[in-house]
């Protein structure tokens, strides 16, 4: 049965890898991985340098292919995919969030926000309308929407980035050391977001981090070594 036969049956899967080798080259990344994600729960990936957390993330968000193994996501097997079809299954349900914001310096917060959805043929005045909508979601439907980003703090930033990947409503979210770049207070409003969004979108989240204190902030954890999981543990049950 795929994810979404068991997800269609109800509680089944939203991610789902299974035995995913990755070489680069001769380096081995990873090691016959495998973990299951719930709809709707926040799992975080953690371990040191090079244990390969990222590598995973990526492969999970159809940026990279295994070598060997399967990957299901949203109920879809990723292995089989084209890039063109994996770039528009990304489009679709994947939203990402990264250490360092990627905001365009020269286009305004509402236009940044707005990106993922010119990709997709929204209409303009509809964009404007989600956009907005993110924006107040995450915090920050009281600042300007035509301020450039080098004009917010880098929390404020970090929000943004965060809106434009949730804008389209993804099913799953990818963050790859969302706060390695903020200090702990602002860290801490990163993360009260995450969960906010978990909650109220139903959104699946996971997070790569090497911060033992975000554990709190996830449902469950897979502790990473040498390309393999050498530890996974429940803290909340998923709803």
């Known amino acids: 049965m795929t ?3 068991a997800e269609e049956k109800g509680g089944g899967p ?3 890898v299974k035995d995913v080798v990755k070489f680069y080259g001769q380096y081995h990344a990873l090691r016959g991985v495998s973990l299951e994600v719930p709809r ?3 799992q ?12 995973l993330l990526h492969i999970i968000g159809g940026v990279d292919k295994p070598t060997s193994g ?4 949203a109920g879809v097997r990723l292995n089989d995919m084209s890039d063109d079809q994996l770039a528009e299954f990304r489009n679709k349900n994947v ?10 310096p020269r286009m305004t917060v509402l236009e940044n926000v707005e990106l993922p959805l010119i990709l997709r043929g929204v209409p303009r005045d509809k964009r404007r309308e989600m956009a907005l909508e993110a924006l107040r979601m995450v915090g920050l439907g009281h600042i300007d929407p035509k301020k ?26 990818l963050a790859d050391e969302p706060t390695g770049n903020l200090d702990s207070a602002t860290a801490k409003v990163v993360m009260d977001t995450f969960v906010k969004l978990k909650k109220e979108l139903g959104i699946t989240i996971v997070m790569v981090t090497h911060n033992m204190e975000l554990l709190t902030y996830c449902d469950r954890y897979a502790r990473m070594r040498d390309g ?7 803290l909340n049950a998923t709803p």
């Open 95 to 104: 939203g990402f969030v990264f250490q360092f914001f990627y905001l365009i």
């Open 70 to 73: 399967e990957v299901y996501v």
């Open 14 to 16: 939203e991610i789902v």
């Open 40 to 42: 709707g729960a926040f």
């Open 148 to 173: 450039k980003p080098t004009q917010l703090s880098g929390g404020e930033q970090q929000r943004v980035a965060i809106a434009r990947a949730i804008v389209a409503r993804p099913r799953i979210l």
């Open 44 to 55: 975080c990936l953690i371990g040191p340098s090079g244990s390969g957390k990222s590598t």
């Open 228 to 234: 393999q999981i050498i530890e996974e543990k429940i």
């Open 3 to 5: 994810a979404l036969g």
